[in-house]
Nanobody, 123 residues
Framework: VQLQASGGGLVQAGASLRLSCEAS????????IGWFRQTPGKEREFVAA????????TYADSVKGRFTISRDDAQNAVYLQMNSLKPEDTAVYYC?????????????????WGKGTQVTVSS
């Protein structure tokens, strides 16, 4: 499967953005999807994830209550709605996929990665 993240941009603190992760090559419904982000000089960190069918979602503590992950398998896409953005949310955001179940979301456990999309939040 090929993944492509989009929807990033430059916004002011408090604004909202919706990121999209679109898939090609295979149905996205066969994958659990995670969003990760990375800033220069730091490790890529987990942001949010959604399992098959969308029945279970997981969030990093830093984004709980502000970000919402969802999926539309008919559109072969996963979304990350980001509200109340803060300057510390500035990063390159990546979506990634895996076919197996695990209770954790380490980046080295993901099987497929898309190119990232830049999110910049100004204060």
């Amino acid at each position: 499967v090929q993944l492509q993240a989009s929807g990033g941009g430059l916004v002011q603190a408090g604004a909202s953005l919706r990121l999209s992760c679109e898939a090609s090559g295979r149905p996205l419904s066969t994958y659990a999807i995670g969003w990760f982000r990375q800033t220069p000089g730091k490790e890529r960190e987990f942001v949010a994830a959604i399992n098959w069918g969308g029945g279970m979602t997981t969030y990093a503590d830093s984004v709980k209550g502000r970000f919402t992950i969802s999926r539309d398998d008919a559109q072969n896409a996963v979304y990350l709605q980001m509200n109340s953005l803060k300057p510390e949310d500035t990063a390159v955001y990546y979506c990634a996929a895996r076919t197996y179940y695990s209770g954790t979301w380490a980046q080295n456990g993901m099987e497929h990665w898309g190119k990232g999309t830049q999110v910049t939040v100004s204060s």
